[in-house]
Each structure stands twice: as structure tokens, then as C-alpha cells.
Nanobody, 124 residues
Framework: QVQLVESGGGEVQAGASLRLSCAAS????????MAWFRQAPGNEREFVAV????????IYADSVKGRFVISRDNIKNMVWLQMNNLKSEDSAIYYC?????????????????WGQGTQVTVSS
């Protein structure tokens, strides 16, 4: 079985930074597009950032562009989300996800594997 495990969440003050990690276990997810989504209570799941295998292209949600950076190490099967200048509206459970083979999109429907989520709380 493929497992994605997020870590690095926590409670911080507005303006602080956090670095989220996502580790794959059980098998490799080679050549899979990887993404981060988030969901706050009462809200729909929201796209945050994605990075494709070929060329390492990235897409960011407008709300996080310029503040968040997605990166990955395909050999180590690790994905990170560096979050800077955090705002209260960034508070949510953050999920990493691996897409279906050959897919690259911001739509959560194409993602095959999901982590359990890690909580990020930003206080002002």
C-alpha cells in the first residue's frame, strides 16, 4: 500500500514561517505529479500548490503566490511546502497528494493518493 504522511504543522503567529513535509512509504511514487491542498472547517478543499515531474513546473494558488514554495526530492520520495509570512486565513488542515499517472492539474479529482493531513493554525 502507498502511504503519504504529512508533518511539520503547528500553531504560529501571523508573519511566521512553517515548512511542511510529506513522506511516501510502502512503495515509490515515481514520476507522479505532487500537490498540496488545504481545507478549513466549513470550507471546500482548496488547491494550494502543485509540481510536475517533467520540467518541475509549478502552479500556485493566487492566495499563496509569492509566499509559499513547493519542492520535492524524487529519490527520497519527499515533498515539502515552505510557507512564509503566514496569515490567519492560511489556517487549515494541509494535505499532500499524488496524482494519477501522467496527470498534472489543480483539480483534486485527478489525485490518487492522499495523506492524513497536518494542522496549521495561524493566530493574529
Amino acid at each position: 500500500q502507498v502511504q503519504l504522511v504529512e508533518s511539520g504543522g503547528g500553531e504560529v503567529q501571523a508573519g511566521a514561517s512553517l515548512r511542511l513535509s510529506c513522506a511516501a512509504s510502502g512503495r515509490t511514487f515515481n514520476r507522479r505529479t505532487m500537490a498540496w491542498f488545504r481545507q478549513a472547517p466549513g470550507n471546500e478543499r482548496e488547491f494550494v500548490a502543485v509540481q510536475r515531474w517533467i520540467g518541475g513546473n509549478t502552479i500556485y494558488a493566487d492566495s499563496v503566490k509569492g509566499r509559499f514554495v513547493i519542492s520535492r526530492d524524487n529519490i527520497k520520495n519527499m515533498v515539502w511546502l515552505q510557507m512564509n509570512n503566514l496569515k490567519s486565513e492560511d489556517s487549515a488542515i494541509y494535505y499532500c497528494a499524488a496524482a494519477q499517472p501522467g496527470r498534472y492539474d489543480t483539480d483534486d479529482s485527478i489525485y490518487e493518493y492522499w495523506g492524513q493531513g497536518t494542522q496549521v493554525t495561524v493566530s493574529s
